[in-house]
């Protein structure tokens, strides 16, 4: 899904990306670019501001008043309201940092780029055609599966 997030937040928008979905994100953007980018991009906002919100609502677009505090929370709500899948899978993912889908590289293609202790226990790595940032699933992913989890028995609690 297509979605543009407002300033309060961007970690959800990484998140999103991570998820494979076209999330836009800029701090930059004032609330009447919001509403512009929501219509004219065909995008779903997401928003923390009522009141952005309920503009968004009143011009016909499609916008999400996310309420959770946790990112957990919010993944849970985002899950109920548009059945998006809380899982991530790298091969589908685009990059917290800029929203350009990874790429699959080569151990070889990457291997002056990052430390030689993670070339040696990690196979396998995606690179952000965009950016150039490296991913790979290493020891922060405890943390990311423990969100996943979390929001996933968030989003049966309430459903
Ligand atoms: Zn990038």
Redesign the pocket.
Known sequence: MNFVLDGMLGKLARWLRMMGHDAAYSTALNDDELLATTKKENRVLLTRDLELFQRAIGKGLEAYYVEGLTEAERLAELQRRFSIALTIDLEKS???????K?ASAPKKKIANKVEKNTLKYYNEFWL??????IYWQGAHWTKIRATLKEAEENAKKKA
Not at 94 to 100: F, G, I, L, S
């Open positions: 685009r990059c917290p940092k800029c929203n350009t990874l952000c055609p965009n950016c150039g940032h």
